[in-house]
């Protein structure tokens, strides 16, 4: 990732809306029906193509392959970003062991951190009606049965990945685009699922941190820019019940951050952003944890670029954080300025507003305006691409500004 | 009138969660089902009395009775006035606050047919002479709300009310010889209700949408053209408010609260001159949505009419996310640091009741912004 030079960039965090085709292609296999190997693939790459133009074409100045070759087969649907990597590990199996859901949930003690289990997240339980009302449009989606960690986890994706990068590379050169980014689960996040292997929590964690290399691996070694998705390193907070200490949260954070550098050392960090959200359903975020209590675990991280929401009611006033916390020399942040919390659409001028805000801060030279989150399957595609499209108006505001 | 003299004081747009039963029997009374009459007046009045008590400990300082009686805040003028008829209807609204939006995201709308929703089967049409027939439903929702009020010691109170502007989005005219005339016409009729709010000692907050988002509902309209429109409603609804003290009112404008786009709202700046002829001396706007957050900068160059307040709202309804409590003190600070600090209450984008995921939302949104208005006024009084 380069430094701006005489306009702020622009980029987004990765999950792009799913043409029908695909999403057609995607349910048909979940649903088992027969489908021609080459068809998909036809299908698949000609839809990579076309979101890779069309980001180019909106002025998206790091596009990224929409994360097509991750499966999706509805509409509205927040979990492909970490699911796809159930079809990436070898040594799991779905099969009657309670999942993340459906088991009891655990408390965490002093010095004694544990997860607990999806639907007795702090915020869950706080809004419980809330969560619990299909009306109510925190609905994230169908959630299909997850995995549990039945032998040795390894990498068995080689051949995903391969496609992935041949066609978001092919789009890439039919578009005239040189520099894009491709996302991977982080091993924080993908090791959120039942475990009747390892003996510890941490053995698994550093089983995907081994497999999940080899994708890294991959995805720089093509020449593309990495993106690591680890929402488990902020948003794990609301998953610890009740409440931890600062103190003692960090440093549970601290060993998934060890984990991921694991994963990716000796990877060039320049080639890596990472991603930290809070999660993306759209529910109150009450239990989020404030950015100033994490952001040092962040900056940990090897990455050369940190994306983080910013664009969102319960994140936005954050921006003060970076007049306190120095940026490492040579790094990047991408903000999100536009996001999935909301319907409505950014008008450009808050979203110049936002950039300049970062920018002044850490400087326009390293600032990356970007969204909150993936903006397919989060919300309809027409308004993803309307929200696209300010996020780069917004940006050239601003650049006229920083630049003039 | 009611000024932020030693600390940001809070008040929201309106509308609040109903309970169940509440909003069933509402439901039932509007749509000619059968209700146990009396069970509905006792019902209400204990409601009223709940959702005052729950604003005061959510720490809101300008309370009201949260439209609990309401249908919705213009729909419920047709159980008020009278002279028109129910005809059936094509089926597509009259004016269609989503119809700028709709050319654009066709396929959103679409998709979510929940969220724009088809006019109703049938439309009121206009036939004879209009005259407000709602004495004693408006007489309960004064009494319910004076009883909840007692042994509270609130800043204020306030009551909604419609406009004729926004009146006119869903009752046709077949009497009346133009649109300015049956315009007036409603005026005339909402005056008595207007007079009655304030007479009982309220604050009266007149519910005009159709200020802003009008312009939605005209997508072929042309800014000039739409400033003769929105000119010739303010005219009518200055008509209305005739005679009440401008302190005595406060006018809430928003630009349609759908969970739409928004894409094409009319910016504030194109209409704010508009918004300040109305005789009012408070005015509550949106603020904290991503449409028009920015605006905030309107008020570098646009100065409050001498002696009003603004509103600005500094939580929202288009987002389940609740606000932080430091965006909301930023929001507050910006606003005060150019109109001042005694002019600026903190307020809600739209009456959140039923526009938020759940009445837990709206709580906790309120709760949010109270602490907001906290942090906002330690900054803006100095004290630490």
Known sequence: MQTNVDHIATSHVGSLPRPDGLLAAYHALEAGEPLKEQVFRQTLRDAVAAVVRR?????????????????????????????????????????????????????SAPGAIVLTTFADRRDRSRFAEAYADPDSGITTGPRPPAPVCVGPITYTGH???????????????????????????????ASRIGNTYYKTVEELLYACADAMREEYKAIVEAGLDLQIDDPAIAENWDMVNPEPSVEDYRTFAMQRVAALNHAIRGLPPERIRFHLCWGSWHGPHMTDIPMRDIVGVMLAIDAGAYSFEAGNVRHEHEWKVWQDVKLPGGKL??????????????????????????????????????????????????????????LVQGAALASKDLWR | MLYSTDRILTTHAGSLPRPPDVRDMVAARANGAPYDAAMYEERLRSAVAEVVRRQVDCGIDCVNDGELSKTNFTDYVRWRIAGYEQRPSSGERRLSITARDQRRFPGYFEANPRRWSLGPPTMPVCVEALRYVGQADLARDLANFRAALAGFSVAAAFLPANTPGTIEHWMLNEYYKDDEAFVFAIADVMHEEYQAIVDAGFLLQIDDPDLPDGWN??????????????????????????????????????????????????????????????????????????????????????????????????????????????????????????????????????????????PSVCWAKFEAMAEGARRASRVLWGRG
């Open chain 1, 333 to 390: 942040i991408l903000p999100g300025v536009v996001s999935h919390a909301t319907n409505v659409v950014e008008h450009p001028e808050l979203v110049a507003e936002r950039v300049l805000r970062f920018a002044r801060v850490v400087g326009r030279e390293r600032v990356i305006a970007s969204t909150d989150c993936g903006l397919g399957g989060r919300v309809h595609p027409q308004i993803a691409w309307a929200k696209l499209e300010a």
């Open chain 1, 55 to 107: 980001q180019h074409d909106i002025g998206i100045d790091i596009p990224g392959d929409g994360e097509f070759g991750k499966p999706m087969g509805q509409r509205v649907q927040y979990g492909s970003w970490w699911r796809y990597s159930w079809q990436r590990l070898g040594g799991l199996q779905i099969n009657d062991t309670p999942g993340a859901y459906d088991t009891a949930p655990r408390r």
């Open chain 1, 159 to 189: 051949d995903a990945v391969q496609a992935d990068i041949a066609n978001f590379k092919a789009a890439m050169q039919a578009a005239g685009v040189t520099q894009g980014f491709m996302s991977a689960v982080a091993p924080g996040s």
């Open chain 2, 217 to 358: 509902c005209l997508p072929d309209i042309t800014l000039p053209e739409y400033r003769r429109y929105a000119a010739m409603r303010v005219e009518a609804l200055n008509h209305a408010l005739r005679g009440i003290p401008k302190e005595k009112v406060r006018l809430h404008v928003c630009w349609g609260s759908h969970h739409g786009p928004h894409h094409d709202d009319i910016p504030l700046q194109d209409i704010v001159d508009l918004i300040f002829r109305v005789n009012a001396g408070s005015f509550s706007i949106e603020a904290s949505n991503p449409c028009h957050e920015h605006e905030w900068r309107v008020f570098e160059t646009v100065k409050l009419p001498e002696g009003a307040t603004l509103i600005p709202g500094v939580v929202g309804h288009c987002t389940d996310f609740i606000e932080h409590s430091d965006l909301v003190a930023e929001r507050l600070v910006r606003y005060a640091n150019l109109v001042g600090r005694e002019n600026v209450l903190a307020g809600t984008d739209c009456g959140l009741g039923t526009r938020v995921g759940h």
